[in-house]
Nanobody, 123 residues
């Protein structure tokens, strides 16, 4: 297993969750990383991306100011802090590694995927 996501759960609207993704060292060192989500009946979409050193990030417009992506290269971990959650954020969330060191916004640039973790926000 190369990527392992955790931290999902059920929360009321307005609440917070923090997702974590553990990556193998070989994959982690030079890769941009991202968090995606997929709601039932919808396409998988990028939520946030981060460059290899954390110096650059990119976000889906609807999560800007509410979600924060970060990484700890010493621990091979990527985080997604999610605040002010709404029912629209309900989805399965996936972490992914990009084949570029940049904060990639295109799904096609991600070539390694972890299993998903469910986030359910009730109103």
């Amino acid at each position: 297993v190369q990527l392992q996501a955790s931290g999902g759960g059920s929360v009321q609207a307005g609440g917070s969750l923090r997702l974590s993704c553990a990556a193998s060292r070989r994959m982690f060192t030079n890769n941009g990383m991202g968090w995606f989500r997929q709601a039932p009946g919808k396409e998988r979409e990028l939520v946030a991306g981060i460059s290899w050193n954390g110096g650059s990030t990119t976000y889906k417009d609807s999560v800007k100011g509410r979600f924060t992506i970060s990484r700890d290269n010493a621990k091979n971990l990527v985080y997604l802090q999610m605040n002010s959650l709404t029912s629209e954020d309900t989805a399965v969330y996936y972490c992914a590694a990009a084949r570029t060191a940049a904060a990639a916004s295109q799904k096609a640039l991600y070539n390694y995927w972890g299993q998903g973790t469910q986030v359910t926000v009730s109103s």
